[in-house]
């Protein structure tokens, strides 16, 4: 089983909240992988366990070291949701720092798009993951994928289904230019 999970330190540095996370896992027969942090110090996680009950023990070992401010089963189909639903959810993700989740529910209304609206799409989701890298520490790799963005995002309408686009494009741009990532919203 494969679950997402964001903890919350409680006073204890982020490499060491990363390590005895590891470590709580190994010795339960479960792998934490893909470390991601967001500016407020969430650590994401990628925890992989053999059943439900093993994961649910991960989390009461590290309880004591962090709060859990999610956990999501990537193992579970997701539940059929209108377009609307899934651009609302896509847009409060990507204001959580959720990066990765937001580039996974776009990916899904991405294929069955066509022309200016695929590609509006696609750049989202580039920007996703480059801060899904940013969060890993890549930081060549992010600026590379914001470039790879950027043509993406024009869009003949100043806003999509809710995301302001004229802010993306600038706030992209920004990150382009400095070299230096700030969290925005959309």
């Known amino acids: 089983m494969r679950f997402l999970v964001g903890l919350k330190a409680k006073g204890v540095p982020q490499g060491s909240l990363l390590d005895s996370a590891r470590a709580a896992a190994r010795g339960l027969g479960v792998q934490c992988s893909n470390p991601k942090w967001t500016s407020s110090g969430t650590l994401e996680l990628d925890v992989f366990s053999p059943t439900r009950g093993d994961f649910d023990l991960f989390l009461e070992v590290v309880r004591p070291l962090a709060d859990l401010e999610f956990a999501r089963d990537l193992s579970a189909p997701p539940e059929h949701r209108s377009e609307p639903e899934l651009l609302s959810e896509a847009r409060s993700l990507f204001n959580a720092e959720r990066y990765w989740e937001c580039h996974e529910v776009l990916e899904g209304i991405w294929r069955s798009k066509q022309g200016e609206e695929k590609r509006l799409l696609q750049g989202i989701i ?19 994928i914001m470039r790879r963005a950027r043509p993406q995002l024009i869009y003949p309408s100043p806003k999509y289904c809710g995301f ?3 802010a993306l494009r600038a706030n992209v741009e920004t990150v382009i230019q400095t070299g230096h990532f700030s969290n925005f919203r959309v």
């Open 126 to 144: 580039l920007v996703c993951a480059a801060f899904v890298h940013h969060q890993k520490g890549e930081a060549e790799v992010a600026i590379g």
């Open 164 to 166: 302001d686009v004229g």
